[in-house]
């Protein structure tokens, strides 16, 4: 009997992100922020005034699970099957019968899912987990990560150059940190601006901040419950620029993007890849998925980077994320086992020249000049992962040297009379 409305709406439970990085937790400590709001207000907020975003912890989390591997037929058995089955005629389909032809319609892979071993991540007892519609949904992000992709060198033969970026984003770290923005802020308002001047090679040094603090202003009202006024940007830009000049940039980039901001971003797909690594090692926590959020941040003032799908980005700061907290030094293609590369989309090989990047970032982050990310990090909030011990290992700091000179190609350009 099908089901009643009232039943089908019933069932419809709306997923949280919380709800999905507690069950990847399975019952470990976690990091929750909490805020208080009461009421309406009616006074108006004086600048940089009290500008959070309050989150709830979620308490329904699903209980642990074994899972059983799935059980293979013997070679021998098999094998016959198949023979008893070839040797069976088949009948010869008459004129009355439709012929459909055989349509592949799932996303086509790198590799046969049919030969891996994977364990189902995805049988839970929570709802709001919605593990029914879960593939479809991140079939859904793949495919819309795949029409919003930025150029790679998309700045060639512009007036501004990506040193200027990469100053520009270290500094709106500091702004989002100010303003106590959600994460998927922060690197939403750098996709935007990415997406935005790939399209738009007129725009000059002067209008850069610009561009990036309404970016900001833009992913606020996207993300965030309570957003920031539009003159707290107008203060933070030290009033270079005025009210007007915001909104009208507001509406010239909506306009390029076609009011196109759906696009998934990294850390849509890790919580994703870490709920897999948890069902997969014992061993992994929240340290790992701080790591990689980590790694993940570090790229975004890179402009080597800002072509790499969002997809791509999680899955190899989570591999790499595993190869530095792994204390038996397994090799990492090792570690990135089956169910990793069903999950993800992803072989290690398809991985390792960005994982090669992410090495030879962690290098040079230490002395680089812009410090914004590490700093951070460095706060007890995030375990201090940038000054993770592991880093100056012996064994992790000549795997990481090994990996950016197999990389090589990962080179921090300077650019002349760019003026910064």
């Known amino acids: 009997m099908p089901l009643t409305r009232l039943e089908a709406l019933s069932s419809a439970i709306s997923v949280h992100d919380d709800g999905e990085n507690a069950a990847m937790l399975r019952g470990k400590s976690s990091l929750s922020t909490s805020g208080k709001f009461s009421g309406a207000v009616t006074k108006q907020r004086s600048v940089l005034g009290d500008i959070c975003s309050n989150k709830s912890t979620l308490t329904n989390v699903a209980s642990e699970t074994d899972f059983k591997k799935p059980q293979l037929l013997p070679s021998k058995i098999f094998k016959k ?6 040797n069976t005629p088949q009948p010869l389909p008459s004129d009355k019968d439709d012929v459909q032809p055989t349509v592949d319609t799932e996303r086509r892979q790198s590799f046969s899912s049919q030969n891996l071993e994977i364990e189902n991540i995805d049988k839970e007892s929570n709802p709001q ?8 949904i991140y079939k859904y992000l793949h495919e819309l990560e795949e029409k919003a992709v930025i150029r790679p060198n998309y700045m060639e033969g512009y007036k501004i150059r990506p040193t200027m970026r990469t100053i520009l984003i270290d500094w709106m770290v500091e ?70 000049e915001i909104l009208r940039m507001e509406l010239r980039i909506l306009r390029a993007l076609d009011f196109s901001l759906g696009r998934p971003l990294p850390l849509h797909f890790l919580r994703r890849y870490t709920k897999a690594a948890t069902h997969v090692y014992d061993w992994v926590d929240v340290l790992h998925h701080t790591l990689s959020k980590y790694l993940m941040e570090l790229s975004l003032p890179e402009y080597e980077f800002c072509h790499f799908l969002p997809s791509q980005l999680a899955a190899a700061s989570l ?19 089956d169910t990793l590369v069903f999950y993800s989309g992803y072989t290690y090989g398809a991985l390792e020249p960005i994982v090669g990047k992410f090495c ?16 951070k990090y460095l706060v007890s909030k995030f375990y201090q992962i940038s000054a993770l011990p592991n880093f100056k290992s012996p064994v992790t700091h000549a795997f990481m040297a090994k990996m950016a000179l197999k990389n090589s190609n990962f080179i921090h350009v300077s650019y002349p009379n760019d003026g910064c």
């Open 81 to 86: 099957q198949v023979q008893d089955s070839e």
């Open 129 to 136: 987990l919605v593990a029914v519609y879960v593939k479809d």
């Open 175 to 244: 702004v989002h940190g100010r303003f106590k923005l959600l994460q998927e802020t922060l690197y939403l308002t750098v996709a935007t601006m990415d997406r935005f001047l790939q399209v738009e090679p007129t725009i000059v040094r002067h209008d850069l901040q610009l561009v990036g603090l309404t970016c900001m202003f833009i992913a606020s009202k996207f993300e965030e419950m309570y957003t920031p006024e539009i003159h707290d940007f107008v203060f933070m830009s030290d009033k270079a620029y005025t009210k007007k």
């Open 319 to 337: 591999c790499l994320s595993l190869k530095i907290l792994d204390e038996s030094e397994t090799p990492i293609d090792v570690l990135w086992n």
């Open 360 to 375: 030879s970032l962690i290098i040079k982050s230490e002395t680089s000049k812009y410090q914004a990310i590490r700093k």
